[in-house]
């Protein structure tokens, strides 16, 4: 099993940034795909962006051009970089984990076994 930890989130104006971190530690911390997904309150969880072993990334239409997702394996971190954040992104948003993933992630949260217990941002009008 991995471990899977998020912090950065905060609160933050429109138009505003921050940048989410997921650190993941396990038997085979280099070999896991990782994906944010975010729950609003009331809502579905929600993919919204992912990456492979072979750092392949799937976005959702609503944060393409907005967020950005890296992977720096030496520390074990993906990153969850969020730009011209609007209000509608407000929710808490989770990493997970899924060991041996190359080629386009998966996105369905029912594909990851693995999660951490989320971290909260609020963006404000």
């Known amino acids: 099993q991995v471990q899977v930890v998020e912090s950065g989130g905060g609160l933050v104006q429109r138009g505003g940034s921050l940048r989410l971190s997921c650190v993941y530690s396990g038997i085979l911390s280099d070999d896991y795909a990782i994906g944010w997904f975010r729950q609003a309150p009331a809502g579905d969880r929600e993919a919204v962006s992912c990456?492979?072993?072979?750092?392949?990334?799937y976005y959702a239409d609503f944060v393409k051009g907005r967020f950005t997702i890296s992977r720096d394996n030496a520390k074990n971190t993906v990153y969850l970089q969020m730009n011209n954040l609007e209000p509608e992104d407000t929710a808490v948003y989770y990493c997970?984990?899924?060991?041996?993933?190359?080629?386009?992630?998966?996105?369905?949260?029912?594909?990851?076994?693995?999660w951490g217990q989320g971290t909260q941002v609020t963006v404000s009008a």
């Open positions: 990456i492979s072993t072979d750092e392949s990334t």
């Open positions: 997970a984990a899924r060991p041996g993933v190359s080629g386009p992630p998966p996105r369905y949260f029912s594909e990851y076994p693995d």
